[in-house]
């Protein structure tokens, strides 16, 4: 039975073998043969990690066309090989994920950073939160104050408005309970907030319930008493609080924390820097939290020395995007106050925020630079460093259309990188300083520029930063809190490991695929 089937088998190889065509009878051949040189030095360079990864490579057309455009260019060093290859392959793990991918995948993504409210153990540093909420993710466990706000937006264009609601539900509670918004819902947070996005969240609600409008606008005034309440304690200095008279005695904020020991959660790192400072330790704790409280902790922004963190001075800063966010919060409480029929109100607040935009015009605005610098309080003049909070009067609507176009220009020549936008130029290996591009400062960027008519601007953000964000998801499969805008690639710096989860990262992915739909067909290459 064994000859009889070996004889048919041998019969019927020799059949084929003899009204086969020559292509067919030809063994394919494998990527070393077919891209000899190139092959070669790819795999001897160790271009990826895996020897295994480019061999499984897809070419993006003809073989012998990349083979001929590579003897011609003959891109030289390690870089111009890499920039080749992923030009005319794609590759596994590397460049074959597009930003459909990455919305995709923050859709399954958002189960997994929503937490359940629980009761809080005995002696937990947790605060209770009363409804579900979202986590920006990795060492964050806990819900965060300007995160969440950019979390939220995401959530509201993939379909999640039950949990915007619900996390308004637990800031509103928290305002309640604490008289602000804590920086984190924990104990060692509680001295300090975040940026005031609580406002803008508001905007962000379905709800048309009268009495949940009258408890919000209640909580939202209590917010600003908050963020004002140094003006009862202001004294010769001008300065009490998160308060600053500025010198024609108008009023503006600056970023503070109600404490001046080391944060409970960077202790050791605190107590380092003030050791090297040659200040007070009390004096530097305060400005380093203080920068906690911005949430842009660490930066040139506050850094006279850029490369020295020891010569940190947050507090002596009057920065742009605090006082337009204030300026947001002013206009929105006039506007609920005059929808509740409450004039008074509706009169103060507008009042507020018309002087407000006035000292922003005048102590924030350097028309020569075309830019909103940050002032400071010291050196009575604005600070040197240009920055992407640049752009939060563009946000907030506070910019005339000609301070828009020009920080538009001076975004373009500053800001502008490869892969998004830049938060400073300056590079002190600080988070908050290049090469780092953040999610939501992208945003800022491009609501604020589209919100102008700098539309091509916008969307060209949005497409680089969108590029970096799925490149670097085909590299490791996460979507990252910050990102290099320049390598497109995870950022780095700061006091922790880049995490990955990422909250805010997710939600500013999904609101430019959701304004800019086209965009989802973009490869990463």
């Not at 041998?10 to 073998?17: D, E, G, I, K, R």
């Not at 600056?254 to 409970?264: A, F, G, L, Q, S």
Request: aromatic content about 10%; overall charge neutral.
């Amino acid at each position: 039975m064994f000859r009889q089937w070996s004889k048919g088998a041998a019969l019927a190889c020799a059949l084929w073998f003899a009204t086969a065509t020559p292509a067919q009878q030809a063994a394919p051949q494998s990527p070393a043969e077919l891209y000899g040189d190139l092959f070669a030095a790819v795999q001897m360079q160790r271009l990826f990690p895996d020897g295994k990864t480019f061999v499984d490579a897809v070419p993006k057309r003809d073989p012998k066309a990349i083979v001929a455009a590579y003897s011609q260019a003959r891109p030289n060093g390690k870089e111009a090989l890499r920039r080749f290859v992923l030009d005319n392959f794609t590759v596994p793990g590397v460049n074959d994920h597009g930003p459909s991918d990455v919305r995709a995948h923050v859709r399954r993504l958002w189960p997994t950073l929503v937490r359940q409210p629980e009761p809080v153990p005995p002696g937990s540093s947790a605060l209770p939160m009363p409804e579900p909420y979202v986590v920006p993710g990795g060492r964050f466990r806990e819900m965060y104050y300007w995160d969440s706000y950019f979390t939220m937006v995401g959530l509201a264009v993939d379909g999640q408005q039950p949990l915007v609601e619900s996390m308004l539900a637990d800031f509103t509670d928290t305002i309640e309970r604490y008289g602000h918004i804590p920086n984190g819902m924990r104990t060692y947070y509680l001295s300090r907030s975040q940026p005031p996005f609580y406002a803008l969240m508001l905007d962000l609600s379905k709800s048309e319930d009268p009495a949940l409008a009258r408890r919000r606008l209640a909580a939202l005034r209590r917010e600003h008493d908050f963020w004002m309440k140094g003006t009862s304690c202001l004294d010769r200095t001008g300065v009490c609080a998160r308060v600053v008279r500025m010198p024609d005695g108008s009023l503006l904020n600056r970023y503070w924390d109600d404490k001046d020991t080391p944060r409970d959660e960077s202790y050791a790192e605190d107590v380092a820097t003030a050791r090297a400072s040659g200040r007070p330790a009390g004096e530097v704790y305060r400005h380093l939290r203080a920068a906690a409280e911005s949430g842009w902790d660490f930066s040139a922004r506050w850094l006279p020395a850029p490369r020295t963190l020891a010569t940190i001075r947050t507090a002596d800063i009057v920065p742009v995007d605090l006082n337009s966010l204030m300026f947001a919060m002013e206009e929105r409480i006039a506007d609920r106050c005059r929808a509740l029929a409450d004039i008074a109100c509706a009169t103060d607040f507008a009042a507020q925020a018309k002087r407000r935009k006035a000292a922003i015009d005048r102590y924030l605005w350097v028309a020569r630079e075309g830019r909103y610098a940050d002032w400071d309080r010291i050196a009575r003049k604005p600070t040197s460093v240009v920055s992407a909070a640049t752009l939060y009067p563009l946000f907030v609507g506070a910019a005339s259309p000609d301070q828009a176009s020009a920080v538009a220009q001076t975004v373009s020549r500053v800001l502008l990188a490869p892969g998004g936008l830049r938060t400073t130029p300056v590079r002190t290996g600080q988070q908050w300083d290049a090469p780092n591009g953040w999610a939501p400062l992208q945003w800022v960027a491009i609501a604020g520029l589209d919100r102008y008519g700098q539309k091509d601007l916008a969307r060209e953000i949005s497409k680089r930063w969108m590029h970096t964000v799925a490149l670097t998801y085909g590299e490791t499969g996460k979507m990252l809190e910050k990102y290099d805008v320049e390598e497109h690639r995870a950022g780095g710096g700061g006091e922790y490991p880049t995490q990955d989860g990422f909250g805010w990262t997710n939600g500013i992915a999904s609101a430019i695929l959701e304004r800019y739909p086209d965009l989802a067909n973009a490869p990463a290459s």
